[in-house]
C-alpha cells in the first residue's frame, strides 16, 4: 500500500476496516509532553456524554471500538496511538476526531509534529500528515467522518491557544460561569478546602438521604482470615466509633485487625503504632472499581488498619486526578456511608466551575474540580505538607492506591526523594496492571538514607484474601520505621 501525504484540508476514503491514529513528535529539554485523545460525534458534531471522550485516563469507549493504546519512546522520539475499529462504531457516530492536548508547554515547542494513519490490521501506513503549530496548547490532527456511507479521514490541522476549553466547548463540554485563568487547573486545591472545610473527627454524619445518590453498589464479598493463618495476636483494641458499626460489619473489622496484629507481628513490628493517612485515586479510569464496590471494600479493608495501629477511630484521607482535594476524615462511625458521602466519581470535566454542584453535601467535595487526570505528585506534596503542619509522636503510614496511568515520573521522583528525611512511608498498591512508572522502580532507585516506599499491584484487589493483602501491605513498613529510627528520621 502506498502512504498518501496529506496537507491540510485534504481528505482521501480508508478501506480499512480498523485504523490506528498515530501521534508523533520530539522535544528536547524542557519542552511538554502530549496526549493523544479521541471524541466520538453524533450528527450534530457533540459528544452524546462523557463517556465519549477516549483518553489515557478513560482508554476504551465503552462499546469497544476506540482505545487509547499509549506512548511509545525510541530514540527521542515520542509516539502516542488511538486505534479506531469503524465497523464497532455505534449508529449515530459519525465523526470521530483525533485530538491532542500539551502538557507544560505549546505544540510549537515541539519538532516533527506529525499523525500517521496506519491500517491497524496490517500497519501499513494510509496517510501522513506533517503539521506546524505555534502557541496551541490543544490540537486537532484529523477527524474520520462517515460520507455516504463510507468512511473518510479528513487532515484538520487545527489548534487552540486557549488549551483544552477551546477544544472542549467546540464538542459539547459545557464550561459554567469559567472565572479563574486555565493555568491555576494545575494548582493545589487549596481553595478547595476552604470551600469545603473537613469534617472534625467527632462530627456525626450527614443523614444518606440529604442528596439523591445512585444505589449503593454491592461490595465485593468480604474475605475473613484463615484457621492456618499464625497464632492470632492478643485482642485488638477497641477503637473509637467502633461500637456504632453495624453487627457485620463490626466483625469483619474485629477480624480484619486480628489479622493486621498477625501481620505486623510475622514482620517484628508487633505493638507499633502510627498515623495512617488514606489516598485514592479519583481518574476518569478509576469509575469502574468505584460503581462495582471495589474501592469501598478497599475503604473498609483499610479502616482496619489504621483501627488496628492507631486506635482513635479517625484517618485522614485525600483524593486526586488532576488536582489533589482533602476528604473529610473518616471516622469508624461513619464507615458504611463515608465513601458514598464525600467522594462523587464519575463527573467527568476538565474545568472548575464558581459555583459548586446543586446536591453536594456540606464537606463533600465536587469531584468536577477534582478533574481527570494522573497528577500523583501534587497530591504528594499536599500529603507532606499535612504531616510537617500537624506532626504527630508517632510516624505515619500513608497507603495510597491507584490503576497506574503515571506519567510523571520526575515530578513524583522528587517529591518523593525529598521525603525520605520526614518521618512518612508511603506504601503504594496498584489496582490493575497498568502503567506504575517511577513507583515500581523506586526500590531500586539509589542514593537514599533510607528506604521510603513500597509498592505492589494486583489485578483483582477483590479477589486477595485479607492475610495475603495485608501482609503485603505491611511487608516494608516496619523495616523502614527501624532504618528510619537508627537515622534519627522518625
Not at 155 to 172: C, E, I, K, M, R
Amino acid at each position: 500500500m502506498t502512504s498518501t501525504s496529506m496537507s491540510k484540508g485534504g481528505n482521501l476514503p480508508v478501506d480499512a476496516a480498523a485504523v490506528q491514529a498515530v501521534l508523533g513528535w520530539s522535544g528536547g529539554p524542557g519542552a511538554p509532553d502530549a496526549d493523544a485523545s479521541a471524541l466520538l460525534l453524533g450528527a450534530d458534531g457533540r459528544v452524546r456524554d462523557d463517556g465519549d471522550f477516549v483518553f489515557y485516563n478513560q482508554p476504551q469507549h465503552a462499546s469497544g471500538a476506540v482505545r487509547h493504546l499509549g506512548k511509545r519512546r525510541d530514540a527521542g522520539a515520542t509516539t502516542d496511538t488511538v486505534e479506531v475499529d469503524l465497523r464497532a462504531l455505534e449508529p449515530g457516530i459519525e465523526r470521530v476526531v483525533l485530538g491532542a492536548s500539551a502538557d507544560g508547554g505549546t505544540f510549537g515547542d515541539l519538532t516533527g509534529l506529525t499523525l500517521r494513519l496506519l491500517d491497524a490490521g496490517t500497519q501499513d501506513e494510509i496517510a501522513r500528515f506533517e503539521m506546524e503549530a505555534t502557541t496551541e496548547t490543544a490540537f486537532i490532527g484529523g477527524e474520520l467522518y462517515l460520507r455516504a456511507g463510507r468512511w473518510k479521514f479528513r487532515a484538520v490541522g487545527q489548534g487552540y491557544a486557549s488549551g483544552l476549553a477551546g477544544l472542549a466547548t467546540d464538542f459539547g463540554i459545557s464550561v459554567d460561569e469559567e472565572t479563574e485563568p486555565q493555568a491555576e487547573l494545575g494548582a493545589s486545591a487549596t481553595a478547595q478546602a476552604a470551600a469545603y472545610p473537613p469534617a472534625s473527627a467527632g462530627a456525626p454524619a450527614a443523614p444518606p438521604t440529604a442528596m439523591p445518590m445512585p444505589p449503593t453498589p454491592a461490595a465485593p464479598p468480604a474475605v475473613v482470615p484463615q484457621a492456618a493463618s499464625p497464632a492470632p495476636a492478643a485482642a485488638p483494641r477497641l477503637s473509637k466509633g467502633e461500637e456504632r458499626l453495624p453487627v457485620d460489619m463490626r466483625k469483619r473489622l474485629s477480624l480484619r485487625k486480628e489479622q493486621v496484629a498477625v501481620s505486623l507481628r510475622k514482620h517484628g513490628a508487633a505493638g507499633v503504632t502510627a498515623r495512617v493517612l488514606l489516598v485514592l485515586d479519583a481518574s476518569g479510569s478509576m469509575s469502574f472499581l468505584y460503581s462495582k464496590g471495589v474501592v469501598a471494600d478497599v475503604v473498609e479493608r483499610m479502616a482496619a488498619v489504621s483501627a488496628q495501629l492507631d486506635d482513635d477511630g479517625v484517618m485522614q484521607a485525600w483524593t486526586f486526578a488532576s488536582n489533589p482535594a482533602r476528604l473529610p476524615d473518616l471516622t469508624l462511625g461513619e464507615l458504611p456511608q463515608w465513601l458514598e458521602l464525600h467522594v462523587r466519581v464519575g463527573e467527568l470535566t476538565l474545568f472548575r466551575r464558581k459555583k459548586p454542584k446543586k446536591g453536594l453535601l456540606p464537606g463533600q467535595v465536587d469531584m468536577r474540580a477534582v478533574g481527570i487526570q494522573n497528577e500523583e505528585q501534587k497530591v504528594i506534596a499536599e500529603v507532606r505538607t499535612y504531616v510537617r503542619e500537624n506532626p504527630a509522636a508517632d510516624p505515619t503510614l500513608v497507603l495510597f492506591f491507584s490503576d497506574g496511568g503515571v506519567y510523571r515520573n520526575k515530578e513524583i521522583e522528587k517529591e518523593l526523594r525529598e521525603a525520605v528525611e520526614e518521618p512518612i512511608f508511603w506504601q503504594f498498591v496498584g489496582l490493575g496492571r497498568s502503567n506504575y512508572g517511577v513507583l515500581e522502580r523506586f526500590d531500586t532507585l539509589p542514593g537514599r538514607r533510607v528506604d521510603n516506599v513500597g509498592f505492589f499491584a494486583v489485578d483483582d484487589i477483590s479477589t486477595v484474601p485479607d492475610p495475603e493483602l495485608y501482609d503485603r501491605l505491611l511487608s516494608e513498613f516496619p523495616s523502614w520505621i527501624t532504618a528510619a529510627r537508627q537515622q534519627g528520621i522518625a
